[in-house]
């Protein structure tokens, strides 16, 4: 089993900076990850799969980067509606598809 | 629209058993894998189990295998999952998912697009 990391647990930022949430992969996982954001009592949301691509509506703030084992989650400013839980999950090869512990992104 | 609609969840006794089920619309369900993940309260997602289109491949994470049965009913547009033998460990809110198809950089691929909103399971005396 592929295991994700994410780091930090807890990210604290102002409104309107940048954040940048960091997921790694045991082994490599090509560039089959995808990210997640989810708020209290809502299902995760899909934002970027592919490790970069952006799925329709996310806004351009959203930017995904990486491949192999290391991988980035950049909001380039924070908006209100941005604070959440975001997952990295990686889908490579077969099952079991395997999600990070998660980076709180909170209020500063 | 795509929508996924779980339903079933409850309370159950400790080696016990339920169904939780998924309808689903806006899509043609018999052409897509289809995935549950599920999340225990104020913990992270886990992916549980996934089924091919036509029922034939089924994927279980280590924790549930020989536990749980995944299946699917196209003519219903309806996803399963038969949980028995359940343990406080496996209370949580249960989600399907849609996998989505792609051509990535290293092959055909999958990814969990759409989500439902989710049905709990509490396993408790």
């Known amino acids: 089993e592929i295991v994700m990391t994410q780091s930090p647990a807890t990210l604290s930022v102002s409104p309107g900076e940048r954040a940048t949430l960091s997921c790694r992969a045991s082994q490599s996982v090509s560039r089959n990850l995808a990210w997640y954001q989810q708020k209290p009592g809502q299902a995760p949301r899909l934002l970027i799969y592919g490790s970069s691509t952006r799925v329709t509506d996310i806004p351009a703030r959203f930017s995904g980067s990486g491949s192999g084992t290391e991988f980035t989650l950049t909001i380039s400013s924070l908006q209100s509606e941005d604070f959440a839980v975001y997952y990295c999950?990686?889908?490579?090869?077969?099952?079991?598809?395997?999600f990070g512990q998660g980076t709180k992104v909170e209020i500063k | 629209d795509v929508q996924l609609v779980e339903s079933g969840g409850g309370l159950v006794q400790p080696g016990g058993s339920l169904r939780v089920s998924c309808t689903v619309s806006?899509?043609?369900?018999?052409?897509?894998?289809m995935s549950w993940v599920r999340q225990a309260p104020g913990k992270g997602l886990e992916w549980v189990a996934n089924i091919k289109q036509d029922g034939s491949e089924k994927f279980y994470v280590d924790s549930v295998k020989g536990r749980f049965t995944i299946s699917r009913d196209n003519a219903k547009n309806s996803l399963y999952l038969q949980m028995s033998s359940l343990t406080a460990e496996d209370t949580a809110v249960y989600y399907c998912a849609r996998e989505e198809n792609y051509d990535s950089w290293s092959g055909p691929s999958r990814y969990l697009d759409y989500w439902g909103q989710g049905t709990l399971v509490t396993v408790s005396s």
């Open positions: 999950q990686q889908y490579n090869n077969r099952p079991p598809w395997t």
């Open positions: 806006g899509f043609t369900f018999r052409t897509y894998w």
